[in-house]
């Protein structure tokens, strides 16, 4: 599977510039326009990957997924979080945002290339926040912090 590492860094670029502070890092609180644009960057990009489809859930993440496999399919999960403290730097979270885009765009170029389809699967998932707040309506899905999911109802499983 090959890996580019010129998309892996046109994205990051691409990234970076939605920010509230040009010229003076990142800056991107989470549900905020630059969050927004960063956040619909990845989607048309993920878009552009054949035969995938998004969903988000309750607790507000982005999770893409090849169509043909389904939603019940077990899948190895990559991703990180899109927002940043005031000022952050460009690879925060970011970078795992794009590592594992760019996974499933070899995998499938991959696949694509010698007339198969992909049969394990790597997701991409888009946290909705994890560096702008702590407080109320914050999670943190990897360490079982459910605040957010609690409020709004247990994400699918």
């Given at each position: 599977?090959?890996?580019?590492?010129?998309?892996?860094?046109?994205?990051?670029e691409?990234?970076?510039?939605c920010?509230?502070?040009?010229?003076?890092?990142?800056?991107?609180?989470?549900?905020?326009?630059?969050?927004?644009?960063?956040?619909?960057?990845?989607?048309?990009?993920?878009?552009?990957?054949?035969?995938?489809?998004?969903?988000?859930?309750?607790?507000?993440?982005?999770?893409?997924?090849?169509?043909?496999?389904?939603?019940?399919?077990?899948?190895?999960?990559?991703?990180?979080?899109?927002?940043?403290?005031?000022?952050?730097?460009?690879?925060?979270?970011v970078?795992?945002?794009?590592?594992?885009?760019?996974?499933?765009?070899?995998?499938?170029?991959?696949?694509?290339?010698?007339?198969?389809?992909?049969?394990?699967?790597?997701?991409?998932?888009?946290?909705?926040?994890?560096?702008?707040?702590?407080?109320?309506?914050?999670?943190?899905?990897?360490?079982?912090?459910?605040?957010?999911?609690?409020?709004?109802?247990?994400?699918?499983?």
């Amino acid at each position: 599977m090959a890996v580019s590492v010129e998309r892996i860094r046109a994205d990051i670029e691409a990234i970076a510039r939605c920010t509230e502070t040009p010229g003076e890092g990142a800056t991107r609180p989470t549900f905020s326009q630059a969050w927004g644009e960063a956040r619909q960057y990845l989607v048309t990009q993920l878009d552009n990957v054949a035969d995938c489809e998004a969903m988000t859930d309750r607790g507000g993440n982005l999770h893409v997924r090849q169509s043909s496999l389904g939603w019940d399919a077990p899948a190895w999960l990559c991703g990180s979080h899109i927002d940043t403290v005031p000022h952050g730097g460009d690879y925060d979270g970011v970078a795992g945002v794009v590592v594992a885009l760019e996974l499933l765009r070899s995998a499938r170029e991959d696949a694509c290339g010698e007339g198969r389809s992909v049969r394990r699967q790597v997701d991409p998932v888009v946290h909705r926040g994890r560096v702008a707040s702590r407080g109320p309506g914050s999670a943190d899905p990897w360490s079982g912090d459910r605040t957010a999911y609690d409020a709004a109802g247990s994400p699918p499983r």
